[in-house]
């Protein structure tokens, strides 16, 4: 696969398990010392609901998430908050915890999931806003 090459991940996963890697990341948010302070406490399935939209159209699926929210703008979206190595860490570290769930239930496979750590590992770097 070359390098700039992108996967269908929407179709190869299937929206039932993308919509389950989301809700196992959101499961996890409230109680994370790190990340839990930064998400709208009135709103945590809303947030869960943009994310779940914005990478099913990110992997290819129905981009919904264009016609509801415009164009991502992710770092002007996240210039509100304080994205710095650790909370980058923090969370792929969550995200991954709950990808690691789906490929133990043999929903996902290991050469998606290195795709999956790899485009999203590099999108939270792109976010990092402060040393
Ligand atoms: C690097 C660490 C990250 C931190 C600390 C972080 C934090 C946040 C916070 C606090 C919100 C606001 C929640 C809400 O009300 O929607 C948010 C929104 C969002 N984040 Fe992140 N995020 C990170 C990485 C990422 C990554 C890697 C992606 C994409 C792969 C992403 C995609 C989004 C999207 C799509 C929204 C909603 C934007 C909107 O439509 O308003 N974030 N993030």
């Known amino acids: 696969m070359a390098e700039n090459e992108e996967l269908p991940i929407h179709r190869l996963l299937g929206?039932?398990?993308?919509?389950?890697?989301?809700?196992?990341?959101?499961?996890?948010?409230?109680g994370d010392p790190i990340l839990g302070p930064m998400y709208p406490k009135q709103d945590f399935a809303g947030a869960e609901q943009r994310l779940r939209s914005f990478l099913i159209y990110r992997f290819g699926g129905?981009?919904?998430y264009l016609r509801d929210r415009g164009h991502p703008r992710l770092r002007m979206r996240h210039a509100p908050f304080v994205v710095d190595r650790?909370?980058?860490d923090r969370w792929m570290e969550l995200m991954m915890r709950s990808v690691d769930e789906q490929v133990a239930a043999q929903k996902v496979s290991a050469e998606?999931?290195?795709?999956?750590e790899r485009f999203l590992g590099d999108i939270a770097t792109f976010l990092i806003n402060q040393a």
């Open 112 to 116: 998606h999931r290195a795709y999956v």
């Open 62 to 64: 129905p981009p919904d």
């Open 86 to 88: 650790v909370a980058r």
């Open 15 to 30: 929206e039932e398990t993308l919509v389950a890697i989301v809700a196992g990341f959101y499961r996890q948010v409230p």
